[in-house]
């Protein structure tokens, strides 16, 4: 980095304990910052650069870092005059002058660098007054990236490290050994390994503490860990998170010009840190961060991002509910829309600032705490309430993330339904597809409604199924595809009235093809069409659920109309055993095998669902997975190759019980499964269907095996 970008990107002090003044930064936080001892540091006027014997004889408009060993010199001298120091070199003078000359040329001496070392080493342990003017001249040179890393190379870092683990020093001797520091780590890797060495971090931490010393020691510890993860360790594992806590509950502590910083600071010393040190009030302190006035959308970011992280233990969990940190959240995602996009970065940082809101609330909400503390009654929910009407896609999604938590008892969800009438907005914004997230999101919520046998009837209806079936087309997205069939199962789960909305006809006119079909139909199709395994399954357990819904209903309706309901779910649908056949023919999860064989059997029960049974077991995988099923044997022929993805479906056969307590539920499970495969086998033999011969041998011979 060249010396005109240092300067535009430096920050300045008035003195050694006043606030530092932050540049502008970019949201990713990787510019770094250096550190001047003045406001206007090129002015020579300054009385920190006017000494006893006169004004310094040296042009003005050369940059500091060309000025440095003129600079060196005028100090130097005076020491020797004034109190007899022994700068350890004869011709030092000619020295000083000849590194002067090549720095203008480009040239850094280390060795001359080194030498000046000895010579400041020799300031601190006589004249702290003419040490402090020496180190303020490095610190202002250690601004050129030129010089960064001569100052590592001759020793100058780690001297004036060294001086700042002296904890009895004045803040205004420690000032510039900081700001030099500061400096020569910014983009410097190397320099910073030898600040992150284990003697030094802990008085670096311990400037944290100094008034006088913090803004600068805050600026410092950044530019070190500034895109280093190895200092990011270093300082986390050293408690700089509850340092940064403690420095902000101070009242007298104003964080001004350095809430980037200190943002940035604790978005990455959260991370994966021991927060068990943490004092309770932490996420308090950290929270309190978004209401002062004027943050960016960038550092509101970062301080959403350290609160995430905090947020993962259960007592800060209470603490951001008992506290009602929540409608903080609140109100920083509905400002967020008063915000005028200068760039096409901060609208980005916006974005994502949004989505992580939602995150939080989506996780926080999901919690018993928040259910008890934000009852349906209460102002917050109804404020979710009123966002699903909002203009705004962030806040309907976080609205029915919300909202969707709350829903998981029956109660809450009767009182959602019947007194609110939720489903119906939520069927509006189902209804408009210009976001895919919010459709989701408002699927995702009906079906934690659709959970209460109550209130199947009242969402379910063939307005509300034909808005669901909609989705299935080949060109939508697939997790809207999965998150509608979860939907449709829950609502024919045990309520054969949306069973009958399934299969009502696509078009009342019986001259058009499309009377023929169904909205099954389209169910069926998109199990042929989509490489989504989860959606495949899904669906599989929607077939499954709509075999359970009549065979349990059947004893409660007359036979004319069970016999109506069997002869529009087979006749009309050949193909109706395919996802089935597929749940049987995986071996990755049992519960979802065996959903498959009880579905297929009860399938078989009926003289018409035997057709599309026989038919699909005479595909080899699944004849395979039959066989297995009833004789424990596999075959030579049999296919085990459907995988399900693990962020979607479960094994529930699966637990933390003993390896003897699970083999007995595997047994178990493996047991019925055969019991339900002989059903089945007996059901197809007892209904005379058309199947191959040698084939209907097969069936015979199984039912003799015991």
Excluded at 198 to 208: F, G, K, Q, V
Excluded at 557 to 565: D, G, K, Q, R, V
Aim: net charge negative; charged share 20%; aromatic share 6%.
């Amino acid at each position: 980095m060249s010396s005109s970008s240092e300067e535009k990107h430096s920050a300045s002090t008035t003195s050694a304990s006043s606030t530092v003044h932050s540049p502008e930064t970019s949201f990713n936080r990787t510019t770094s910052r250096t550190v001047s001892e003045d406001a206007d540091d090129l002015d020579l006027d300054q009385d920190h650069l006017v000494y006893a014997f006169g004004q310094l004889s040296v042009r003005k408009d050369l940059p500091m870092a060309e000025r440095m060993f003129i600079l060196l010199e005028e100090v130097f001298q005076r020491a020797a005059e004034t109190h007899n120091i022994d700068i350890g070199h004869e011709d030092w003078h000619a020295r000083l002058r000849q590194a002067d000359e090549m720095s203008r040329q480009g040239v850094r001496d280390v060795e001359i660098l080194r030498w000046a070392r000895n010579a400041v080493d020799q300031l601190r342990q006589s004249v702290l007054e003419d040490f402090t003017q020496a180190a303020n001249i490095l610190a202002d040179a250690s601004r050129d990236a030129s010089w960064r890393l001569p100052f590592g190379q001759s020793g100058l870092l780690e001297l004036f490290l060294r001086f700042l683990t002296d904890l009895d020093l004045d803040g205004e001797i420690l000032a510039p050994c900081l700001r030099l520091v500061g400096n020569c780590c910014v983009d410097a890797d190397l320099n910073r390994e030898i600040a992150i060495s284990s003697e030094y971090i802990p008085s670096l931490m311990s400037h944290l503490r100094r008034n006088e010393l913090v803004a600068i020691t805050i600026s410092v510890i950044y530019n070190i860990c500034s895109e280093y993860d190895r200092a990011q360790h270093a300082f986390r594992t050293n408690g700089l998170c509850s340092a940064l806590v403690n420095i902000l509950v101070d009242s007298n502590f104003e964080t001004g010009p350095l809430l980037p910083y200190i943002c940035s600071l604790l978005s990455f010393s959260t991370q994966q840190a021991d927060l068990a040190d943490c004092p309770d009030h932490s996420l308090q302190t950290v929270t309190k961060l978004l209401q002062q006035p004027d943050v960016k959308p960038g550092d509101m970011l970062l301080i959403v991002n350290a609160m995430n992280v905090f947020l993962q233990q259960e007592r800060f969990r209470r603490q951001f509910v008992e506290h009602d940190l929540v409608t903080v959240l609140l109100d920083v995602l509905t400002g967020s829309y008063t915000y005028e996009f200068l760039d096409i970065d901060t609208e980005e940082e916006v974005s994502i600032l949004r989505n992580t809101i939602s995150q939080i609330l989506s996780d926080v909400s999901a919690t018993t705490v928040f259910a008890r503390s934000y009852p349906v009654n209460s102002s917050l929910v109804g404020s979710m309430i009123q966002w699903l009407s909002s203009p705004y896609d962030q806040l309907r999604i976080a609205s029915c993330l919300v909202l969707g938590n709350l829903a998981r008892s029956d109660s809450v969800c009767l009182d959602m339904i019947r007194r609110l009438s939720l489903h119906r907005k939520l069927l509006d914004i189902v209804q408009d597809r210009s976001n895919v997230q919010v459709v989701y999101a408002a699927l995702g919520f009906l079906r934690n409604l659709a959970l209460p046998a109550e209130n199947k009837s009242i969402i379910g209806t063939q307005q509300s199924v034909e808005t669901i079936s909609s989705f299935w087309s080949l060109d939508f997205n697939p997790q809207v595809q999965y998150i509608s069939v979860c939907l449709l199962r829950q609502l024919l789960n045990n309520c054969i009235g949306n069973v009958r909305w399934l299969l009502e006809s696509l078009s009342p006119d019986e001259d058009s093809p499309a009377h023929e079909k169904t909205y099954l139909s389209l169910l069926l199709l998109l199990f042929g069409r989509t490489d989504d395994i989860s959606t495949k399954v899904e669906i599989g357990r929607t077939i499954a659920t709509i075999c359970r819904c009549i065979a349990s209903s059947s004893q409660g309706l007359p036979l004319e109309s069970t016999n109506a309901i069997l002869h529009r779910l087979y006749g009309m649908h050949a193909d109706i055993a395919r996802p089935l056949a597929m749940m049987v023919s995986q071996s990755r999860f049992p519960i979802i095998r065996s959903e498959g064989w009880f579905a297929l059997a009860l399938m078989a029960r009926s003289r018409e669902g035997t057709a599309p049974v026989s038919e699909a077991l005479q595909q080899m995988e699944v004849f395979g997975a039959l066989v297995t099923t009833i004789t424990g044997q596999p075959t030579n022929g049999q296919a085990t190759t459907t995988q399900e993805p693990r962020n979607r479906l479960s094994d529930n056969s699966s637990s933390s019980s003993s390896s003897e307590t699970r083999s007995n539920q595997e047994r178990e499970m493996q047991a019925k499964d055969r019991e339900n495969a002989l059903v089945l086998v007996n059901e197809l033999l007892q209904n005379t269907v058309r199947i191959n011969f040698l084939f209907l041998n097969i069936l015979r011979r199984f039912l003799h095996l015991d």
